[in-house]
């Protein structure tokens, strides 16, 4: 299994990015997928999930402004961050729990800074 973000970087308050994360190495397609993250002296979070059949689920604090999507034929997971606030500074990782195994496998993470 091999999981790999792209897309983190500096944005300013208010700004917009799009992570990326390319899976390999499982069935994509009847997996769900994850988006966690983790910043600076905090556990890790929750920030969103897609079923294989698209269903979606947000943490509080990101409703509104983040959006979750999926793309079978590309086994790619997308985090689309809008309206994004200092507080969401932390290290975004990509996230399978396989259905087969229930094993949890991570990506490298990707940072996201927001600040002015």
């Known amino acids: 299994v091999q999981l790999v973000e792209s897309g983190g970087g500096l944005v300013q308050p208010g700004g917009s990015l799009r992570l990326s994360c390319a899976a390999s190495g499982f069935t994509f397609s009847i997996n769900t997928m994850a988006w966690y993250r983790q910043a600076p002296g905090k556990q890790r979070e929750l920030v969103a999930t897609?079923?294989?059949?698209?269903?979606?689920n947000y943490a509080d604090s990101v409703k509104g402004r983040f959006t979750i999507s999926r793309e079978n034929a590309k086994n790619t997971v997308t985090l689309q961050m809008n309206s994004l606030k200092p507080e969401d500074t932390a290290v975004y990782y990509c996230?399978?729990?396989?259905?087969?195994?229930?094993?949890?496998?991570w990506g490298q993470g990707t940072q996201v800074t927001v600040s002015s």
């Open positions: 996230n399978v729990k396989l259905r087969s195994t229930q094993t949890n496998y």
């Open positions: 897609i079923t294989s059949g698209g269903s979606t």
